[in-house]
């Protein structure tokens, strides 16, 4: 081979080479690719699997701690309740409480404890996993105990609800249930069937039941095959449901002492048995206004005539001192609350009246009958008439006072009335023909309803919140009471109920986020 051949073959030999070099560094660079996509996806797929477990057991200790809770506080009072939370001793209020799953991980529970006369406590439970302990993750969730101010209607009798009456919200009996008007949620009863006697009596009627339309059949021997309870959307659009469990009331008096300590401690105030009650006042700028009751009305009505407010400008106001006589009504100035002696219609004498500071998120307890009225400003209250030192005759509470509303200032969980009696809630006849009550009522052992005595028809009724009734609530009889009666669900009573209201005998979960 001559010395031109063995240049070109060195230079065919270079070339090649530049070649394979070319193709080493692209499969190479190809490779360190693949290779790195595959570490990333084994590595992502790992962390995916470790991000995973960490979120089942977050989970885990959130259910975990529902159970936890339902061990602690199920059957308990809410004073008991409140113990446990005022302890200091649940898990995973004063510092965070962890614990091993099943071998795989760990979580740590940190609690929110609800504040005083509150339902809802929040637990926020991280979880990891031993392979990857610096992957976490966190869950949120709201536990709440159901207050019985999510009902617009909640009884332990029968309740009857004529054509003209609109609900909105839930309704539930522990006894049977009539419905003739228009329920936009569910209606509920304790029972499967009842004997009637509204209905003619001497045939079962469902739990719930409608003569409207093509009213109910008789109801058959329970239990009964599906289809058999007709589905009248036209009365029932939320649905009806029968049976349910029962809502107990007898556990109420335990509340009701609670509610009387908490007054007693701050939390609120305490007035005694003294006369025959308090007249109580919600005014805007944050206070209220009391005055002792010592005489009720002629005839033992509960008449609006024991309290009228004073007539501006009238004839004969009288600027006298407590225990002081005048001869015409309406004669006690502002800062006097005044009363009239059942003998002598137009004689009275003048009674001074104290203001207090609303203590927020408080109780007022009076152990005797309350009369009010008023409008709350950005206040949580709940007021209480109740005997319980003596265990004479049980209490009442009276609205619809002069010509008076009781109202809110706006509709949100800043503005909550609860009125608690022992027996009775009832509206006076000097209500305004056109009554609005912004509240949330319960009569423990007896009814929310018209006053018997003295009672005129009325309008209209509109009542936005819940009436808790132990006997069956009514508006309307005969020629007394409202024409047209409409009652709307407060919804912010499901997560803002006045303070101390009673509730339900478990936590349930009410919210769930993750973090």
């Not at 979880?127 to 332990?156: A, C, H, M």
């Not at 919804?491 to 339900?504: A, D, I, K, R």
Request: some cysteine.
């Amino acid at each position: 081979m001559d010395k031109k051949e063995i240049k070109r073959s060195i230079k065919r030999q270079g070339s090649a080479l530049a070649y394979v070099l070319v193709i080493l560094t692209v499969v190479m660079i190809i490779l360190t690719s693949m290779l790195g996509y595959v570490s990333s996806q084994l590595k992502f797929s790992f962390n995916r699997v470790e991000k995973e477990k960490a979120f089942q057991i977050a989970e885990a200790g959130a259910y975990y701690y529902r159970w936890y809770l339902a061990h602690e506080t199920s059957g308990k009072t809410a004073q008991q309740v409140n113990d446990f939370w005022e302890s200091g001793n649940a898990l995973g209020d004063i510092s965070p409480y962890e614990a091993d799953y099943e071998g795989l991980g760990k979580y740590s529970i940190e609690v929110d404890v609800p504040t005083p006369g509150s339902t809802i406590a929040v637990v926020r439970s991280t979880g990891w996993s031993y392979k990857d302990p610096d992957l976490k993750r966190t869950v949120q969730v709201r536990f709440r105990r159901p207050s019985w101010s999510e009902y617009i209607f909640l009884s332990n009798s029968f309740m009857n609800f004529g054509s003209e009456a609109v609900t909105y919200g839930k309704v539930h009996s522990n006894g049977g249930i009539r419905f003739d008007g228009v329920a936009y949620n569910t209606v509920s009863s304790l029972l499967p069937s009842f004997d009637d006697d509204t209905y003619g009596g001497n045939r079962m009627e469902f739990g719930v039941h409608t003569t409207v339309n093509q009213a109910d059949p008789a109801a058959p021997a329970y239990p009964w095959p599906d289809g058999t309870v007709p589905e009248h959307s036209d009365v029932f659009k939320g649905g009806r449901e029968f049976p349910v469990p029962e809502v107990n009331f007898a556990g109420v008096i335990s509340d009701l002492a609670y509610m009387k300590s908490q007054a007693e401690s701050g939390n609120g105030k305490y007035f005694d048995g003294t006369g025959v009650g308090r007249k109580i006042t919600i005014k805007t700028n944050g206070t209220y206004d009391v005055c002792k009751v010592n005489t009720e009305g002629n005839n033992n009505t509960h008449a609006i005539s024991s309290f009228r407010g004073v007539v501006s400008g009238a004839s004969g106001i009288y600027s006298g001192t407590n225990g002081d006589s005048c001869n015409t009504p309406h004669c006690c100035t502002s800062a006097i609350c005044p009363y009239i002696q059942p003998s002598k219609p137009n004689r009275g004498k003048c009674v001074t009246m104290e203001n207090y500071p609303i203590v927020d998120g408080g109780v007022v307890f009076v152990e005797n009958n309350i009369w009010v009225e008023g409008t709350v400003n950005n206040n949580r209250l709940t007021i209480v008439a109740a005997n319980l030192s003596t265990g004479g005759e049980q209490k009442d509470i009276y609205i619809g006072i002069s010509n008076n509303d009781l109202l809110y200032t706006a509709y949100n969980c800043n503005n909550m009335l609860g009125l608690i009696a022992q027996q009775d809630i009832r509206v006076l006849g000097s209500c305004p023909e056109d009554f609005t009550v912004d509240a949330a009522l319960m009569a423990q052992g007896g009814l929310v309803g018209i006053n018997d005595n003295g009672f005129s028809g009325k309008d209209r009724l509109t009542f936005n919140g819940a009436i808790v009734s132990y006997l069956q609530p009514y508006f309307h009889h005969g020629n007394s009471g409202f024409a047209v009666r409409f009652y709307n669900f407060d919804n912010n009573l499901l997560y803002c109920p006045p303070p101390y209201f009673p509730t339900g005998n478990e936590y349930s979960i009410d919210l769930w986020e993750e973090l």
